[in-house]
């Protein structure tokens, strides 16, 4: 009998938790007898509606607030990821309740990255699945005055400041509002007219009627609606009151169909409520009048589970601290490569292929704990290792003359475009008299160990000649302006004299008639400590001050065409991208990605 599910996702031991109850779902029927017309609704709108196509459905939830960062990734992977691999769908909602703080350019920032690491918010019945909790408005408002007739709300007249006072602590119970029974019409009156704009900001608000005692806090007679008077970037001005995140979030999972409800862990304590609220408005009711209410939501309803956020070295995800960055122009921006945002791990040359091999990489855990920074940068590494060609950069470059090379002569010499791929073919650099080579491999007095140019040794100019250095120019300040040599003629690369002379150096060159000046930035890690910031403590003591430079290279001629976001290993440096926004046609300026290797090695993290 084969596997119900692809092997390889049976062997992911990280997150084989969530795996093994989506799994057990699964083979239970627990989720088959949903219904889906194609659009969310309550439980009225899909009780003809046939049987939902998607076996799960999942939800990736961003507040539009602000700009994707590496742990938006590792949601947006688990989610899509679990989605795709069990014949499912993964909604893209965005969490719209605040319209203090929400902008319309943080929503197409977020469509972008997504779009970017790889996901389509598409179901198996071709309905696009993007949604706003603000589509939901009008049902929450709904839901929320049966849930006063119930007898599960009611609209408290304290201010937040004599709430939080009656709210008790983790070891004493709370106190009930003086408003807490106040009888049905009232509530929905003064309900109504909140929602009619009648009241000013803070002058009452509606509350779940749960359990001041209740060891949760959470649980204690929660905030469902707050008066903001605040336009709202879909709704505009229609609206006066917003629901609090706790009464839309589980509400809008339970509409949308969702099955699987994935939070990082600092949502564990909010899971009561999410389940209380839509049990309630699932149940049967019979009023006081005797008659019999069916439940407003669809069962089964959805389950949430929780997971360890992300947690990396060297990195700060908090959105107050990114904004401290920004604000205090530290970084030039949300899209600077040096930030843990996605638009800026775009712009330096991470892949989404990086993030998805990472996000598999590191798993899915029920504990926090921390990844080394240095695994991300593994992945980047393989994947750009595969994908990108190779070219020659000279980045810090000085002079090498071949003494004995004629003057104006010219050839060429061949090299592959990646060494591993020989379908991809090879490219001609052109050598003449003078090249450009990088100057740390020429030492005049040489530490032990060193096999690179210095007076009297010899070494390979890569896929080209045998060479044998003769000495060096110096200016008046004593700086080495050129290096001298001369080359045999009977050792090119690729001829049959090529082995004849033994070296232990190779060094890489361009020719100056035929190489370009460009731009090149060597980004690193922006902080030189595994946590900055820790605990409430300064960022900018922290800041690496070598996070970024801005040099001159001598590139090779084939770069000068590089297209934005073109991917290129420079040989011995790294991998390195055309700028998506500073390259300009015939004057691409490059970023650094990563390195060949990991310069840090491995850090302890504690």
Not at 40 to 48: C, D, I, K, Q, R
Not at 528 to 533: C, F, L, R
């Amino acid at each position: 009998m084969s596997a119900p599910y692809p092997k390889r996702h049976q062997e992911a031991s990280h997150s084989n938790f969530i795996r093994q109850i989506i799994e057990a779902d699964l083979m239970a029927g627990k989720y088959a007898r949903r219904r889906w017309n194609g659009k969310p609704g309550s439980a009225l709108s899909v009780e003809t509606a046939p049987p939902d196509r998607a076996k799960i459905r999942t939800r990736f939830p961003p507040e539009p607030n602000g700009y994707l960062h590496y742990g938006h990734a590792k949601s947006i992977c688990l989610n899509f990821g679990l989605a795709r691999d069990y014949g499912g769908a993964c909604h893209l909602r965005f969490d719209d309740t605040n319209p203090a703080k929400e902008e319309t350019e943080y929503v197409d920032s977020i469509r972008d990255a997504v779009k970017w690491l790889g996901f389509s918010w598409d179901d198996p019945g071709g309905n696009r699945n993007e949604y706003y909790a603000s589509d939901y408005f009008e049902y929450l408002y709904q839901f929320a005055e049966e849930l006063l007739r119930r007898g599960h709300a009611y609209v408290d007249s304290l201010s937040a400041e004599q709430m939080r006072a009656l709210r008790g602590t983790l070891t004493e119970p709370g106190k009930k509002s003086p408003y807490r029974e106040r009888p049905l019409e009232e509530n929905l009156k003064l309900l109504r007219e909140m929602r009619l704009g009648k009241f000013t900001d803070g002058e009452h608000v509606l509350r779940a009627k749960i359990d001041m005692a209740s060891p949760n806090i959470n649980l204690r007679d929660p905030a469902m609606y707050r008066i903001r008077h605040a336009s709202h970037h879909r709704t505009g001005d229609h609206w006066c009151i917003y629901p609090t995140y706790d009464w839309a979030h589980g509400v809008s999972d339970a509409l949308e169909n969702i099955t699987h409800s994935l939070c990082t862990l600092e949502f564990e304590d909010h899971r009561p409520l999410y389940e209380w609220f839509n049990e309630r408005l699932a149940e049967d009711w019979t009023g006081y009048d005797g008659v019999k209410r069916p439940g407003l939501l669809q069962r089964p309803l959805p389950q949430q589970i929780e997971f360890a956020r992300l947690n990396l070295s060297y990195v700060v995800l908090s959105k107050r601290k990114l904004v401290q960055l920004v604000e205090g122009k530290h970084v030039e921006g949300w899209d600077d490569p040096r930030m843990p945002t996605l638009i800026g791990a775009r712009r330096r040359g991470f892949t989404p292929e990086g993030f998805r091999l990472f996000a598999e990489r590191i798993g899915v855990a029920k504990a926090d704990s921390w990844i080394d920074f240095s695994i991300l940068e593994d992945c980047m590494r393989e994947h750009l290792n595969e994908v990108a060609p190779r070219r020659i950069a000279v980045l810090d470059p000085v002079k090498l003359v071949i003494e004995n090379y004629p003057e104006g002569k010219e050839e060429e010499c061949e090299a592959p475009n990646h060494p591993q791929k020989p379908e991809l073919g090879r490219r001609k650099l052109p050598l003449s008299r003078e090249l450009w080579i990088e100057r740390e491999d020429f030492s005049e007095n040489p530490p032990k160990g060193y096999f690179r140019l210095f007076p009297g040794n010899k070494v390979r100019l890569r896929y080209g000649y045998v060479v044998e250095c003769t000495g060096c120019d110096k200016d008046a300040d004593g700086r080495v302006t050129a290096v001298r040599c001369k080359y045999d003629p009977e050792t090119k690369s690729g001829t049959a004299g090529a082995e004849t002379v033994k070296v232990k150096g190779n060094i890489h060159w361009l020719s100056a008639k035929h190489s370009h000046p460009a731009e090149v930035r060597l980004y690193d890690r922006l902080f030189k400590v595994p946590h900055p910031g820790a605990g409430d403590s300064e960022l900018v003591p922290d800041l690496n001050p070598d996070s970024k430079k801005v040099i001159t290279a001598q590139l090779e001629a084939a770069l000068e065409d590089a297209k934005p976001e073109e991917q290129f290993q420079f040989e011995r440096h790294g991998y390195f991208v055309a700028d998506r926004l500073d390259s300009r046609p015939g004057a691409p300026k490059f970023n650094r990605a990563v390195t060949l290797r990991d310069s840090w090695g491995k850090s302890a993290i504690p």
